[in-house]
């Protein structure tokens, strides 16, 4: 039967409720995220999951598999279209067979209005998708928390990418800017995941705000790759507590949409251009390590952490070849 809080008996006893954070100073930078659940926090009923949108990183595909696919509710930009974005309260709007919340989480801005109208607590979004990180923390509070997942690109082919968005696309960068004139800073973002984790947005970075991105990053995020994407969306699915339709047909139809969206062609996240990524030896490649060197690290660093979290969220077959490759190395 239908328990107090109306989420039916079995979640009443087995989830103890959440309690406030609480760090010492060392960990004082984790403060502000206090109402993003931990990795390690069990799923409940009350949260919501989060997207952490890196730009040029898969995002669109993502969004895709969350609203198409999965048909799942989504905050983002699209839902405040055709004036919706000056309602005076929240409602669930249809484009394009996907639904969206009438706010848009992927401004600052935006993002207080959300807040304003009740976004987290209302629990209408199953999942908010932004850029912004920290800001978006004011939309959750103790009993109504954010679920924290990210999807991760090689940061060199991120840039290039992101360059290549520019001159082709948003139309934002002279043509006659060289990917080597890019990278000396016209232009570039310096270190955009580290920045954006660690909300060090100006000023030189340093190696403590990489541990800090880091610590973020290991406490606050199932991780995902956008060259591992099924997979990912696998352990998103269980660690967001989202199930297939009951219906067979109709699952079989999910599974094959986000099939189709996983592989090269069916994502919206395919370039219309061609481009060549440069090189190992050449000054491009040096110029565009040079400016990402500290999420080059971050990146390695978030591979170790999506093997570590295999074991809880992976699919049986990366279960299984993880612990293979362990016995090779011997571990």
């Not at 082709?168 to 920045?195: F, H, P």
């Not at 565009?288 to 978030?302: R, V």
Request: aromatic share 10%.
């Amino acid at each position: 039967g239908g328990g107090a809080a109306g989420y039916g008996d079995e979640y009443e006893y087995e989830i103890p409720p959440p309690k406030e954070k609480e760090y010492d100073a060392e960990h004082e930078f984790l403060l502000p995220l206090k109402h993003f659940s931990d990795v390690t926090d069990p799923q409940r009923p009350t949260d919501t999951a989060f997207f952490f949108h890196v730009p040029r990183a898969g995002g669109s595909t993502m969004k895709d598999v969350i609203g198409k696919c999965l048909k799942l509710v989504q905050a983002s930009e699209v839902g405040i279209r055709d004036g919706h974005g000056s309602d005076p309260k929240l409602a669930v709007l249809e484009v394009h067979e996907s639904r969206y919340i009438n706010v848009d989480t992927t401004t600052v801005v935006g993002i207080q209005r959300a807040v304003d109208l009740g976004l987290g607590p209302s629990g209408m979004a199953d999942v908010v998708v932004s850029s912004y990180f920290h800001e978006s923390a004011a939309l959750f509070d103790l009993q109504h928390q954010g679920r924290a997942f990210i999807l991760l690109r090689d940061p060199i082919e991120r840039a290039i990418s992101m360059y290549w968005h520019r001159i082709k696309e948003l139309g934002d960068l002279e043509t006659s800017v060289t990917i080597e004139d890019y990278a000396q800073g016209n232009g570039i973002e310096n270190n955009w995941m580290c920045r954006f984790l660690a909300n060090r947005m100006t000023g030189e970075l340093t190696k403590d705000d990489l541990e800090q991105a880091k610590e973020i990053l290991r406490d606050k995020f199932l991780v995902g790759f956008v060259d591992d994407l099924e997979e990912t969306v696998h352990r998103i699915m269980k660690f967001q507590g989202w199930k297939f339709d009951e219906d067979e047909t109709k699952q079989m139809n999910q599974e094959d949409c986000i099939k189709d969206l996983a592989s090269e062609e069916g994502g919206s996240n395919v370039n219309p251009y061609e481009y060549e990524v440069p090189k190992r030896g050449t000054q491009a490649h040096a110029l565009i390590s040079w400016q990402t060197q500290f999420d080059g690290k971050l990146y390695a660093y978030a591979r170790e952490l999506f093997d570590i979290q295999t074991k809880e969220w992976g699919t049986k077959e990366r279960k299984k070849a993880l612990k293979k490759e362990k016995k090779k190395k011997g571990h």
